[in-house]
């Protein structure tokens, strides 16, 4: 059962534009939301996360936007460049005094072309 | 300082044998996972420790599989009489308290490949 779902599987911006990674998910009980940033033959990297208490969070370039309501929370980039080409992926956990384990999309191939 | 360090980064079984792969987290991190990623897929939550207790074993597919942190530090995932399913990336994280939660920092990963 995919608890998170994330779209689209693949995206292909030119450098200076605005990437836009969608996330959907179904456990109301998540409260805690990452997106993490993985290059080829690395482990994943934490980027920017939010709680469903705010609806906008802004690090640098990424910003995340999330509404509870609909369930969904997205990912923008800022003034995108060719070194932000990685997979990303979002993901979703619920507070649990340490065992926050991570429920994970299915990735976002993101290319930025020069 | 360091981050989560992983070993073998890379390694071939045969059908049946057995492996173990390690983790060393960032010294201090009481809180431990491990994840499988397929390939083109994200990561899978398959167990977690809290210090050498290991809490949440939920995620293990099997009873081939089987991890240990036996003194709190260093985490052991062995997986018995490999399988072809079994091929994936392992990655493990460590955990310390964060802006909001406790945030996993991961480390590179061990990709298996069983033939």
């Known amino acids: 059962q995919q608890q998170v779902k994330q779209s689209p599987q693949s995206l292909i911006v030119q450098k200076g534009g605005i990437p836009i990674i969608n996330c959907a998910y179904e456990n109301t009980a998540f409260d805690y939301f990452p997106w993490y940033q993985q290059f080829p033959g690395k482990g994943p990297a934490l980027l920017i996360a939010i709680r469903p208490d705010v609806s906008e969070k802004k690090e640098g370039r990424f910003t995340i936007s999330f509404n509870k309501s609909a369930k969904q929370f997205s990912l923008h980039i800022m003034d995108s460049q060719p070194g932000d080409s990685a997979t990303y992926f979002c993901a979703a956990s619920e507070s649990n005094f340490g065992n926050e384990k991570l429920t994970f999309g299915t990735g976002t191939r993101l290319t930025i072309i020069p | 300082g360091a981050g989560v360090s992983q070993s073998p980064r890379y390694k071939v079984a045969k059908r049946g044998q057995d492996v173990a792969l390690r983790c060393d987290p960032i010294?201090?991190?009481?809180?431990l996972f491990w994840y499988q990623q397929a390939l083109g897929q994200g990561p899978e939550f398959l167990t977690y420790?809290?210090?050498?207790?290991?809490?949440?074993k939920s995620g293990l597919p099997s009873d081939r599989f089987f991890a240990e942190r036996p003194e709190g530090s260093v985490s052991t995932l062995k997986i018995q009489r490999t399988q072809q399913e079994d091929s994936a990336v392992y990655l493990c994280?460590?955990?310390?308290?964060?802006?909001?939660?406790?945030?996993?920092?991961f480390g590179p990963g061990t990709r298996l490949t069983v033939t």
């Open positions: 420790f809290q210090n050498e207790a290991q809490l949440d």
């Open positions: 010294s201090g991190h009481v809180s």
């Open positions: 994280a460590s955990s310390a308290p964060g802006q909001f939660t406790y945030e996993q920092y």
